[in-house]
């Protein structure tokens, strides 16, 4: 199957820090999320992008499908930012059959 | 949109009990998918249904799991015997296309 790397595991930052987040796989895709787990644990969707760019306030993501990677870029981290993302893709050649998650980047940012 | 709906959320039994989780998809979402999540194995695909027909088990783990999805709008997990090893948070996700909007999760531990 489709392996996704994300990296770093784990960031630790002071509020108002930059940061960015990698996501490699290994095959083509015709999906990749963004997801944000809050400590509460749900799964906050951040941005579904295949390919291109996005931008949402402080988040941007951007995916090159060509070389099989993707960053979430995060400004101004605030406290409420901290949890765990995770990038999730699903291979091409089909229709929506399932995602395949990376082991996240744990994130925390202090005050 | 009251986005996906699981029930219940938070389950505790004994092992060799009988589990049913819960999952109301998002009305007009024609794929669902169960996920499970644990510490040593991340987030994992268990089954997808597209039109209610399960496409993929794969990744069901045992006989012990089963899945329905008797109509558009409601899909069960049902786990017979219980184990502790079945632990973990269950997710739901439905979607209409390829992007997926994820249920709160079900918490269930077995003792």
């Known amino acids: 199957g489709i392996q996704v790397e994300q990296s770093p595991p784990d960031l630790i930052l002071q509020e108002g820090a930059n940061s960015t987040l990698r996501c490699n796989f290994s095959?083509?895709?015709?999906?990749l999320q963004w997801f944000h787990q809050n400590p509460w644990g749900q799964l906050i969707n951040l941005f579904y992008i295949p390919s291109g760019t996005k931008q949402n306030g402080r988040l941007s993501a951007t995916t090159v499908a060509t070389e099989r990677y993707s960053l979430l870029y995060i400004s101004s981290s605030q406290t409420t930012d901290s949890g765990v993302y995770f990038c999730a893709v699903e291979r091409a050649g089909g229709g929506a059959d399932g995602l395949t998650f990376g082991k996240g980047t744990h994130l925390i940012i202090q005050p | 949109d009251a986005g996906v709906i699981q029930s219940p959320r938070h389950e505790v039994t004994e092992m060799g009990q009988e589990v049913t989780l819960r999952c109301k998809p998002i009305?007009?979402?024609?794929?669902l998918f169960w996920y499970r999540q644990t510490m040593m194995r991340g987030l994992e695909l268990l089954i997808y249904?597209?039109?209610?027909?399960?496409?993929?088990d794969s990744g069901m783990p045992e006989d012990r799991f089963s899945a329905k999805m008797p109509n558009a709008s409601f899909s069960t997990l049902k786990i017979q015997p219980s184990e502790p090893r079945d632990s973990a948070v269950y997710f739901c996700a439905s979607t209409a296309g390829y992007e997926q909007y994820f249920g709160p999760g079900t918490r269930l531990t077995v003792t």
């Open positions: 095959d083509s895709v015709n999906n």
């Open positions: 009305s007009g979402h024609n794929s």
């Open positions: 249904f597209n039109n209610n027909v399960p496409i993929d």
